[in-house]
């Protein structure tokens, strides 16, 4: 059990049947009344954002998300199949969990497959990825000075924006969390 007066960024807690995170939070002791705790929680299932205020003395049993690295197999039929490196097994995941980074993320890849009593919500990518661009308009030398981007398609499939030196075959960095370019690799 945690107490709402222990509460600190990034503590996950069930409330209401729902598992939350806290995003922010901060003690409040007004010249009159009682303190209380104002706070910013996240439904780490839903992805919901709320504001909540809690008496500190309120408890709640306290949720454990299990963070296990798993390798990307392949795709079928809009499932998505991992292998515990461990014990082999494959974990087939449907694409509606994946999530919008999940773009960038290419075959034999190890991800974080995020899981609370044995039901599977999301799946976190690494942050940096190395990528091969296989279609954008040429490049021009000299194009370094200015920050004018052009659109690019990489080996996965996802578009992001590329400064206008980068050329078809370059390999660049993807920012998974954001899905922007960082570097050429």
Same mark, same amino acid.
């Given at each position: 059990?945690?107490?709402?007066?222990?509460?600190?960024?990034?503590?996950?807690?069930?409330?209401?049947?729902?598992?939350?995170?806290?995003?922010?939070?901060?003690?409040?002791?007004?010249?009159?009344?009682?303190?209380?705790?104002?706070? &910013?929680?996240?439904?780490?299932?839903?992805?919901?954002?709320?504001?909540?205020?809690?008496?500190?003395?309120?408890?709640?049993?306290?949720?454990?998300?299990?963070?296990?690295?798993?390798?990307?197999?392949?795709?079928?039929?809009?499932?998505?199949?991992?292998?515990?490196?461990?014990?082999?097994?494959?974990?087939?995941?449907?694409?509606?969990? =994946?999530?919008?980074?999940?773009?960038?993320?290419?075959?034999?890849?190890?991800?974080?497959?995020?899981?609370?009593?044995?039901?599977?919500?999301?799946?976190?990518?690494?942050?940096?990825?190395?990528? &091969?661009?296989? &279609?954008?308009?040429?490049?021009?030398?000299?194009?370094?000075?200015?920050?004018?981007?052009?659109?690019?398609?990489?080996?996965?499939?996802?578009?992001?924006?590329?400064? =206008?030196?980068?050329?078809?075959?370059?390999?660049?960095?993807?920012?998974?969390?954001?899905?922007?370019?960082?570097?050429?690799?």
């Amino acid at each position: 059990m945690i107490s709402a007066g222990d509460f600190r960024n990034g503590v996950t807690f069930e409330m209401d049947g729902n598992v939350v995170q806290i995003i922010e939070f901060q003690h409040v002791k007004p010249g009159k009344g009682a303190a209380f705790v104002r706070t &910013k929680i996240k439904n780490v299932i839903s992805g919901s954002v709320t504001e909540k205020t809690f008496n500190p003395s309120d408890k709640f049993p306290t949720a454990y998300i299990e963070r296990k690295e798993m390798e990307y197999l392949y795709e079928d039929g809009g499932l998505y199949y991992f292998m515990d490196s461990e014990t082999y097994e494959n974990l087939p995941i449907n694409e509606s969990i =994946l999530g919008d980074s999940f773009k960038f993320v290419k075959e034999n890849t190890t991800v974080k497959v995020l899981s609370y009593k044995g039901n599977v919500f999301g799946v976190e990518p690494p942050n940096f990825i190395e990528l &091969k661009v296989t &279609k954008t308009d040429p490049g021009f030398k000299g194009n370094t000075a200015t920050n004018t981007t052009k659109p690019a398609t990489l080996e996965t499939g996802a578009q992001i924006s590329v400064p =206008l030196f980068i050329e078809e075959g370059d390999m660049i960095r993807v920012d998974t969390r954001v899905g922007e370019y960082m570097e050429r690799a």
